[in-house]
């Protein structure tokens, strides 16, 4: 099992975790990436946005690096995790995502294999039963298009290619407008292997029209 990668040593990937108030699954989704089973070296950063719960204290506990990120959005949030990032990959994941021991393995063992500048793979979904319309959307739609939707909660991106294309945008469905972005300037693609696990209460909170990707034929 992999250590996180310490001072004076270079990480190979800096997960980047976006958290408000976000204590409870925060633990979930930073256990998981303590138990990555990897050679690679990596690093973990939390941009805590301005939380009032015990998010920084959960993050410090499994020794991750905190920002400050009270920026208003997620896009920003990413941002600011980025800038603060030493890997050569990024992997940007939700507080509500947990990874398979296998996920940079078989991820960024993917990107590389195939010359990719970045990568998803497929995903379960908990909570109601109609989260697995999103599961089935995001991995069995998605990845056909020419130019796929990579989910803000799960994608390895190289660093180099985040900072030429200006990060995430800050606008509505940013993952949308960032994958579109990134596929005019760069290789991307979809490892078919299940190594996140992210819950599906945005879709009860935002219903079904509010979570799937749109205009998926542009």
């Known amino acids: 099992m992999a250590e996180m990668a310490t001072d004076g040593v270079e990480p190979d990937v800096s997960?980047?975790?976006?958290?408000?108030?976000e204590a409870d699954r925060l633990q979930g989704a930073l256990a998981s990436i303590s138990a990555l089973d990897t050679a690679y070296e990596y690093e973990v950063i939390v941009v805590d946005g301005d939380s009032?719960?015990?998010?920084?204290?959960?993050?410090?506990?499994h020794g991750a690096i905190v920002v400050d990120g009270s920026a208003s959005s997620i896009a920003r949030a990413r941002n600011q995790g980025a800038k603060r990032a030493r890997g050569e990959w990024l992997a940007f994941v939700d507080a509500d995502t947990q990874v398979r021991s296998t996920y940079l393995t078989e991820?960024?063992?993917?990107?590389?294999a195939n010359g990719l500048a970045a990568a998803s793979s497929y995903c379960r979904m908990t909570g109601p039963r109609r989260?697995?319309?999103?599961?089935?959307?995001i991995n069995y739609l998605v990845p056909r298009l020419e130019r796929p939707i990579l989910p803000g909660f799960n994608v390895l991106v190289r660093a180099e290619a985040v900072d030429e294309?200006?990060?995430f945008p800050d606008v509505p469905n940013e993952d949308t407008a960032f994958s579109r972005r990134l596929a005019l300037e760069y290789p991307t693609g979809y490892c078919r292997r299940r190594l996140v696990e992210n819950s599906g209460r945005r879709i009860d909170r935002l219903g079904l029209t509010g979570t799937l990707v749109y205009d998926s034929n542009n």
């Open 15 to 21: 997960f980047v975790v976006p958290a408000r108030n």
């Open 165 to 167: 294309i200006g990060g």
């Open 52 to 61: 009032t719960d015990g998010t920084p204290a959960v993050a410090r506990e």
């Open 131 to 137: 989260a697995k319309i999103v599961e089935a959307t």
């Open 107 to 112: 991820l960024l063992g993917y990107a590389e």
